[in-house]
């Protein structure tokens, strides 16, 4: 599922306030038939992942950026391919100057970190992947590229993509 329209078009508010009509919380959805209301929180949770526009930059190595719940390499290393990220670093690089060995890198590079953690936890088992305008630091082709290749792999996962630019919605 997807949703496009301007800055300041109240995507987010509409999402927050679906489920919620005229006042009436009876329902709020279900996962796999369940009430909502009655799923384990934890689990549901790590079933979940999102990449928003506002990243989360850990100074960790690349392998606990992608991964901090831990996986394979093999796959860490798919995901940071799918994400257009293979290249940045090895995966014990710390990602930032300050350690030793560390290195620096654009705010583009840490979008793309971000999309590889998201498709590394749906190899992992995450059953719903939120996008927040998961490409807002990319340029137009890479961009282009995320997206040409999300659409194109089997993820086998419910996805919701939010964003202001219609193209990857449509």
Known sequence: ???????????????????????????????????????????WRSRVRAVSQDFTKVEVPLRDNVAPEGARDAAIEQALAEAGASRLASLDTVLARGYEGGTEISGGQWQRIALARALCAVKIGAGLVLLDEPTAQLDQRGEAAIFEHMLAAPLHVNSILDSHRVPPVA
């Open 1 to 43: 599922a997807g949703r496009g329209g301007q800055d300041g078009g109240g995507r987010r508010a509409r999402a927050r306030l679906r489920g919620a009509r005229n006042g009436e919380r009876a329902r709020v959805g279900e996962i796999d038939g369940v009430d909502l209301r009655e799923v384990d929180l934890e689990t």
